[in-house]
Antibody
Framework: QVQLVESGGGLVTPGGSLRLSCAAS????????MSWIRQVPGKGLECVAY????????YYADSLKGRFTISRDNTKNSLYLQMDSLRAEDTAVYYC?????????????????WGQGTLVTVSS | YEVTQPPSVSLSPGQTARITCSGH??????VYWYQKKPGQAPVTVIY???ERPSGIPERFSGSSSGTTVTLTISGVQAVDEADYYC???????????FGGGTKLTVL
């Protein structure tokens, strides 16, 4: 069964930085798009960023304004999210999710497996 | 770009729940449905409009008609009580968007 395990969350003061990691196993990591999705307490889901199989293409939510960077290391089966200039409104549970891959190998635009999430709290 | 869901649906056990998701690009992009319970990770219950992942009960189904996609839960059970989110992309496929979520209450 596909496994995605997030780590790196915690309490950080406004303006600070945090790096989230997602360890993937039980599938060929380099064959899949990957994404970070968050849920602010009491709110809905938001796609923060996603990255192509080889790591050359990235997408970010407009609301982030360049503060976050998604990356991956296919040799380590790991996905990362570097979060800088954190704000109180970034407080959320951050989920790692695997992109749905079609029979042709192309990313289909959604997600099939999710990790359990890691909580990021931005507060002074 | 936005996709729109009703905020809530309430019904009794055994009834059929239909949750809609509307957006002008839904004729061009697949829709995914995720079940979210408090304190748990989201679970994909329908992918590519109407495909059901292994392990998801047969009572979950998806359909599409024009710019509206529907998640149907036939014979809803108490265990199905959750928030349901649709997700798709804009016509270019670049911008990913989630609906605001529909809270399913089983009375």
């Amino acid at each position: 069964q596909v496994q995605l395990v997030e780590s790196g969350g915690g309490l950080v003061t406004p303006g600070g930085s945090l790096r989230l990691s997602c360890a993937a196993s039980r599938f060929n990591f380099s064959d899949y798009y990957m994404s970070w999705i968050r849920q602010v307490p009491g709110k809905g889901l938001e796609c923060v960023a996603y990255i192509s199989k080889g790591g050359s293409d990235m997408y970010y939510a407009d609301s982030l304004k360049g503060r976050f960077t998604i990356s991956r290391d296919n040799t380590k089966n790991s996905l990362y999210l570097q979060m800088d200039s954190l704000r109180a409104e970034d407080t959320a549970v951050y989920y790692c999710a695997r992109g749905d891959k079609g029979r042709d190998g192309d990313y289909q635009g959604g997600f099939d497996y999710w990790g359990q999430g890691t909580l990021v709290t931005v507060s002074s | 770009y936005e996709v729109t869901q009703p905020p809530s649906v309430s019904l009794s056990p055994g009834q059929t729940a239909r949750i809609t998701c509307s957006g002008h690009a839904l004729t061009k992009q697949y829709v995914y449905w995720y079940q979210k319970k408090p304190g748990q990770a989201p679970v994909t219950v329908i992918y590519r409009d109407s495909e059901r992942p292994s392990g998801i009960p047969e009572r979950f189904s998806g359909s599409s008609s024009g710019t509206t996609v529907t998640l149907t839960i036939s014979g809803v059970q108490a265990v199905d009580e959750a928030d349901y989110y649709c997700q798709s992309a804009d016509s270019s496929g670049t911008y990913h968007v989630f609906g605001g979520g529909t809270k399913l209450t089983v009375l």
